[in-house]
């Protein structure tokens, strides 16, 4: 008996040296490897905290707001760096099964806390006012407790960069520097759906280019409509990334200029579709950009919401077809791309058959592989589609219907029996989130049309508001509203998947009595 405990704990003991970094094996896997990643997003936190500092070189009256970020960013730059060391020297081997999900999660999680401090360290906001103003900006949502009318300006800025980082995606970011072969499941994992070149690298930073071309073409039309190069920068990032950030209480309403409002849904437009099929548009490939799927139903719902919205805001809102028109298109525009930019005043005064167009619009979101939100349009247009099939074979069932088949990209390809379960799961899954942070709202006391406006808006990470997550707002509303973007932004089964794996592991180490978990032996 002695001898087979004896056996055990030297076995124990050998497994924790075989796990630890100095083990003298050349490949460094699991929570090792784990680490070493998060060190590296440490890095990344701490870099894209201190760069709103170069504000400072066109407003230096603003000094004295520098140091709320070289403090977090420098000692997260530090820490990092101490943390990555573990991959120093080392080959790096594989992720184990759902790792990618954990880095994934753990990325936008500690980019989430660092880039929050720079908010908590002012004394003016608390550190959930913080944590929901940074994943508002990280998850490209739009929703804010700042005053843009008062707040500084490298605030302001503060506040694009994280959207801009947030849109083409943390993780996108990483793979950029990362090899091909280490970096695809982390791709895959937050949400880019094609990869537009062979070698992933060069896909990263493609996208990055396409991304930043557009940036700077925005910028150019803002200055020429009108704008200050302030807020051009602001909203051309804004727009883009569907984020919708502001630099004025009043969004893009402030300006009262058709031209600026067109440029702003050209950009929310591109902002909202696939990065693969902006390939396309580049290549010439205008037929196959109109016959993707997800092109034909943006443009279907925008050409059956839009007139419908015009005929109801003539009722007692705005007086004339022109004017109510231009309402209808920007801010059905605004909800589908998710981009939470508006030209009126408030929603609260809107019918309640308006809001139930606008949290529809909101809940079916932009394009897979874009930087919006929501359900995804590739989603919906299977399950119409799905409807269509179905109904057509009831009603002709000797006629052949060949079902299944969506044109992604000019060509027609059958939707994978995997990949139909998961669009069905995820619409059950994405409701029941959608009925959950509603019902949370509604215990305060908001009306149900509100606390569906509301939240949908932070599910599908839109960022159009009826004041329920102001900054006066209950803690729990915020951190309700908080989970809500995060699920969204990170399509909510990276979530459930690391939060399994984590699970597990912490289970295994409990009852193994071991310093770090071990190598996955094919449970989660």
């Not at 609260?348 to 349009?377: E, F, N, R, Y």
């Not at 027609?412 to 990949?419: K, L, Q, R």
């Not at 009306?447 to 990470?461: C, K, N, R």
């Amino acid at each position: 008996m002695s001898m087979r405990r004896n056996a055990g704990k030297n076995e124990i003991q050998w497994k924790l040296l075989a796990d630890a970094p100095d083990s003298g094996s050349p490949v460094l896997r699991g929570w090792w490897l784990i680490a070493g990643y998060m060190g590296i997003v440490m890095i990344l936190s701490g870099a894209i905290t201190l760069l709103p500092l170069l504000t400072l070189i066109f407003y230096p009256e603003e000094l004295r707001q520098a140091e709320y970020f070289i403090v977090p960013g420098v000692t997260s730059m530090l820490t990092g760096y101490l943390v990555s060391m573990v991959l120093r020297g080392r080959e790096l081997g594989r992720l184990e099964r759902n790792q990618e999900m954990v880095v994934v999660l753990g990325t936008w999680m500690t980019a989430i806390v660092i880039t929050a401090l720079p908010f908590v360290l002012t004394g003016d906001y608390t550190f959930t006012q913080a944590v929901f103003e940074t994943t508002s900006g990280l998850s490209t949502t739009g929703l804010s407790v700042v005053d843009t009318a008062t707040a500084p300006r490298i605030f302001l800025i503060h506040r694009t960069v994280l959207l801009f980082f947030g849109g083409i995606g943390l993780v996108l970011v990483m793979t950029s520097v990362l090899s091909d072969v280490y970096g695809m499941r982390l791709y895959d994992a937050e949400g880019h759906s094609d990869r537009m070149l062979p070698n992933l690298i060069q896909s990263a930073r493609l996208i990055i280019g396409i991304y930043s071309g557009y940036i700077l073409a925005g910028i150019l039309l803002y200055v020429g409509a009108g704008m200050s190069l302030f807020d051009a920068v602001n909203h051309a990032v804004a727009a883009l990334s569907t984020g919708g950030f502001a630099t004025h209480p009043e969004s893009i309403g402030y300006y009262h200029s058709p031209v600026i409002e067109l440029i702003t849904i050209v950009l929310m437009l591109l902002g909202c579709t696939n990065f693969f099929v902006h390939l396309l548009l580049i290549r010439g490939r205008f037929r196959d950009f109109f016959r993707h799927c997800e092109t034909r139903m943006a443009l279907g719902l925008l050409a059956v919401f839009v007139p419908v919205m015009t005929v109801l805001l003539l009722q007692g809102f705005c007086d004339s077809v022109p004017e109510s028109l231009r309402v209808a298109l920007f801010q059905a525009v605004s909800a589908l791309t998710t981009t939470g930019f508006q030209t009126v005043d408030t929603f609260q005064d809107w019918s309640p058959a308006l809001l139930l167009l606008m949290i529809l619009l909101q809940l079916v979101g932009g394009s897979a592989g874009s930087t919006a939100g929501g359900l995804k349009l590739y989603r919906v247009c299977y399950l119409v589609r799905e409807i269509r099939w179905n109904l057509m074979k009831r009603v002709c069932p000797d006629r052949l219907v060949f079902g299944g088949k969506l044109n992604r990209g000019g060509k027609s390809a059958v939707v994978p029996e995997e990949e139909k379960l998961e669009i069905h799961q995820f619409f059950f899954l994405y409701l029941m989130l959608f009925v959950l942070g509603t019902f949370v709202f509604c215990c305060y006391g908001y009306p149900v049309e509100a606390s569906m406006f509301e939240f949908s808006s932070a599910l599908s990470t839109v960022g159009l508001s009826m004041g329920i997550t102001a900054c006066d707002a209950a803690p729990l509303i915020h951190w309700t509203a908080t989970a809500g973007m995060l699920l969204g932004r990170l399509e909510i089964y990276v979530v459930l998947v690391a939060a399994a794996r984590l699970a597990s592991d912490g289970k295994q180490m409990v009852t193994s009595g071991r310093l770090v978990p071990g190598k996955a032996s094919g449970g989660i």
